[in-house]
């Protein structure tokens, strides 16, 4: 999952609300959803949200032009 916030609205608890949804809508369908943090900040709202951290590993970005 990735959510993002115009920054103009972040601090709203925007992206929790979505989360929250957007995970219920899930288990309610049978589905697994998987978080993955890719900042401290989504870490915390994983955590708000009920998951719990497991390991840091390297993970890598890769640009992309079309």
């Known amino acids: 999952m990735e959510v993002?916030?115009?920054p103009?609205?972040?601090g709203q608890g925007?992206?929790?609300?979505?989360s929250a949804a957007l995970l219920l809508a899930?288990?309610?369908r049978g589905l697994y959803p998987s978080w993955d943090a890719?900042?401290?900040?989504?870490l915390a709202l994983a955590e708000k949200l009920g998951y719990?951290?497991?390991h840091a590993y390297p993970?890598?970005?890769v640009a992309w032009t079309p």
């Not at 925007?14 to 979505?18: P, R």
Request: glycine share 0%.
């Open 52 to 54: 719990r951290y497991s």
């Open 14 to 18: 925007l992206a929790t609300a979505a």
């Open 26 to 28: 899930c288990l309610d």
């Open 38 to 42: 890719h900042t401290r900040q989504s």
């Open 59 to 61: 993970a890598y970005e």
């Open 8 to 10: 103009a609205c972040q």
């Open 4 to 6: 993002d916030t115009h």
